[in-house]
């Protein structure tokens, strides 16, 4: 071994330790997010995307990009019933009881949560400020429903 191949090694030491340690620190964030979920009262949460039959794109690509956001970071969650989404038309008759439940007065994504007993209804008007960067938008929004999963309403 030369002496710059010796020199070389307490940097490529200290860069695998950074590695190793990041990687640490991302499992246990992400054990302390599905314990927290986990130990969490809230019953359900639901994501609705409320929408007018006529919609134009930014209208659709909000709903696009909740679905998505649902189906990739909560699949888990969907699947059991403990995180609901869907799309719904505020003009048929048959989402009428869903519709004076959240009072959406326009196209809209709302996120209600069943906690001990009571539900609580709020309008996330921020996802329309993150639809031109698709990344942000969900990342943003798995933010939202994971805290709001975890009991987190603030």
């Given amino acids: 071994m030369n002496k710059r191949s010796i ?3 307490p940097v490529l030491l200290l860069v695998l330790a950074s590695l190793l340690v990041a990687g640490c620190l991302t499992q246990v964030k ?26 134009c794109y930014s209208c659709i690509v909000l709903g696009q990009y909740a679905e998505e956001t649902a189906k ?4 888990q969650e969907l699947a059991s019933g403990k995180l609901v989404f869907g799309h719904i038309n505020v003009d ?21 949560v ?14 329309w400020y993150k639809i031109g960067n698709k990344e ?6 798995r933010g939202v429903i994971e805290k709001r999963l975890a009991g987190d309403l603030s």
């Fill in 72 to 75: 990739t970071y909560f699949g």
């Fill in 136 to 141: 942000e938008y969900m990342e943003y929004l």
């Fill in 30 to 55: 992400t054990g302390e997010s599905a314990v927290n979920r986990s130990l969490s009262s809230v019953e359900k949460v639901e994501v609705y995307h409320f929408h007018a039959t006529r919609q």
């Fill in 114 to 127: 069943y906690n001990k007993g009571e539900f609580s209804k709020e309008e996330n008007i921020r996802v």
């Fill in 7 to 9: 020199a070389n090694v």
């Fill in 92 to 112: 048929l008759p048959e989402n009428r009881a869903i519709v004076e439940k959240y009072g959406p007065t326009g196209s809209s994504l709302w996120i209600g």
